[in-house]
């Protein structure tokens, strides 16, 4: 009975992911983006979405490449936005009301960058919380843009095959 539903669940999901394979690549660009906006990404679960975009991915026959490609730019245009408004408004985003509330973060995001300068924006991709912050933090630091930039598109395209890869080669190799 069980094996009966899981076979039944898994005939859906391969049956979506060829029938919407052209949606994942807009999808995983959308949660990318979304996901690197300071206080959107606690609230939308992009980390799970993508995760198991990775997973579809594999089920079907979807482009890996074009949706590791737009995961990769929405991560770093979002990110970029961030760093821009930092540079742009600069501290006065610190007092702004909905980062007000979070004193203990953009201290934790501030102490980040100070310890790994450039290097923090390839790490904080990787680390929750600080992934909504660091980048605005480092706009409003004063980091230079090259060297942001050069961080944020590396750190994007190796975070999207990190979040991919598990789910697309578990579903090739195992279902």
């Known amino acids: 009975m069980l094996f009966e539903t899981f076979h039944a669940l898994q005939d859906s999901m391969v049956d979506f992911a060829k029938t919407h394979a052209n949606w994942l690549a807009p999808m995983g660009f959308a949660f990318a ?9 606690l609230v939308i679960p992009g980390t799970a979405l993508l995760l198991s975009i990775g997973a579809i991915l594999g089920l079907g026959d979807a482009n890996f490449v074009a949706v590791w490609l737009a995961i990769s730019v929405g991560a770093a245009l979002g990110d ?44 904080c991709r990787f680390f929750g919380p600080l992934r909504a912050t660091v ?17 944020n598109w590396a750190s994007a395209f190796l975070w999207a095959a990190a ?5 697309w080669w578990g579903t090739r190799t195992f279902l």
Request: one cysteine or more.
């Open 33 to 41: 983006f979304l996901k690197s906006l300071p206080l959107v990404a």
């Open 80 to 123: 970029w936005v961030q760093f821009a408004a930092g540079v742009w408004f600069g501290p006065s985003l610190m007092r702004s009301k909905p980062l007000r509330k979070r004193p203990e973060l953009l201290h934790r995001s501030t102490l980040f960058i100070q310890k790994w300068g450039v290097l923090s924006i390839v790490l």
């Open 135 to 151: 980048p605005m933090i480092a706009g409003i630091c004063g980091m230079r843009a090259a060297a942001f930039q050069a961080a």
């Open 163 to 167: 979040l991919l890869l598990p789910g």
